[in-house]
């Protein structure tokens, strides 16, 4: 891990290219541990890391010196108990990146599970076991408005592609100082990001080499 565990997301609408965004942020870190909670058990994802749909099993296998892990979520079964015990697990590693997909089935706006709230919060560096850990975070979703907001205030990094509510679009053109029509109209795989420490928009286009997605700003 880096001496900074960042805090990111990762927003837009479908087809417009966040999670391939995100697996190119994946690759660049070159996170040695790596657990995915794969929510809607995306074919994507499934060069991610080991795919188990036993949470025990994906739990034992956190436990590792080195790890790539994703959690097949078990939907005949209590969605939010098994996030709670996910992010359990991830604190008490510690020292790894956190990717989850979907955030809006397990947060809402108004609403943080404990341990997910714990990690976005102090995950950053905290002690625990008598060693000082980290949690890096990436989250992504279709609508910000629908993902709790203590974590997209914590973000280090906002990412965001075209966004399919118009409402939605509104609100982060605010934020940002643009007009809310260039957020609603962005293209397919065309993206403007804000970072915490820099007032400055940037914006791009995701392209891709040799089949892998590759992060490209605008010139």
Not at 119 to 147: D, F, M, S, T
Request: proline share 5%; with cysteine.
């Amino acid at each position: 891990m880096s001496d900074k565990a960042l805090t990111r997301a990762a927003f837009g609408a479908r087809g417009t290219g966040k999670t391939a965004w995100v697996k190119a942020t994946i690759a660049a870190d070159k996170p040695a541990r790596l657990a995915v909670w794969d929510f809607k058990h995306d074919p994507s994802l499934h060069d991610m890391g080991t795919p188990y749909a036993s949470l025990s099993e994906c739990m034992q296998a956190m436990r590792g010196k080195r790890f790539a892990v994703r959690y097949l979520v078990d939907h005949t079964k209590d969605v939010h108990a098994q996030f709670e015990l996910f992010c359990q697990a991830a604190w008490v590693v510690g020292d790894l990146l956190v990717f989850v997909d979907e955030l809006p089935e397990v947060t809402k706006a108004n609403r943080a599970p404990p341990a997910w709230r714990r990690l976005v919060n102090v995950g950053r560096e905290y002690q625990h076991g008598g060693k000082v850990k980290r949690v890096a975070i990436i989250g992504a979703g279709q609508r910000p408005a629908e993902c709790d907001k203590t974590f997209i205030a914590n973000c280090d990094v906002v990412h965001c592609g075209r966004l399919g509510d118009f409402a939605d679009a509104a609100k982060m053109a605010r934020t940002w100082g643009i007009d809310q029509r260039e957020l609603a109209a962005l293209p397919d795989l065309h993206w403007i990001e804000k970072r915490a420490e820099s007032p400055e928009l940037v914006r791009g286009v995701l392209t891709f080499r040799n089949g892998r997605p590759v992060v490209k700003p605008a010139p």
